[in-house]
């Protein structure tokens, strides 16, 4: 399994990014897809998830009403759309995937949101 996150940069408040998420060896749909982020010098944090079976999402307070988690089945990817992003947004976001045999990390994405 490899998860491979991709969109990170640069970007001023009050901008927006996507960020998208490729796997390979493990099916998003059957899987349980999390984006984490870790801030420096703060812990790993964890920001939306989407379920399978279903579309159910759920996010951290801080994000609610901006970011926005997807999945694109045919094209195996997770997405995470973050609108209105703010200074505090700035950190390292990393995909999960969540099957039977284990959970699986990628390698993460730099987000940084200049004020």
């Known amino acids: 399994v490899r998860l491979v996150e991709s969109g990170g940069g640069q970007v001023q408040a009050g901008g927006s990014l996507r960020l998208s998420c490729a796997a390979f060896?493990?099916?998003?749909?059957?899987?349980?897809m999390r984006w984490y982020r870790r801030a420096p010098g703060n812990q790993l944090e964890e920001v939306a998830l989407?379920?399978?079976?279903?579309?159910?999402?759920h996010y951290r307070d801080s994000v609610k009403d901006r970011f926005t988690i997807s999945r694109d089945n045919g094209k195996n990817t997770v997405s995470l759309q973050m609108n209105n992003l703010q200074s505090e947004d700035t950190a390292r976001y990393y995909c999960?995937?969540?099957?039977?045999?284990?959970?699986?990390w990628g390698r993460g994405t730099e987000v940084t949101v200049s004020s």
């Open positions: 999960t995937a969540d099957i039977a045999s284990g959970k699986y």
């Open positions: 060896g493990v099916s998003v749909g059957n899987a349980v």
């Open positions: 989407i379920t399978t079976p279903g579309e159910i999402t």
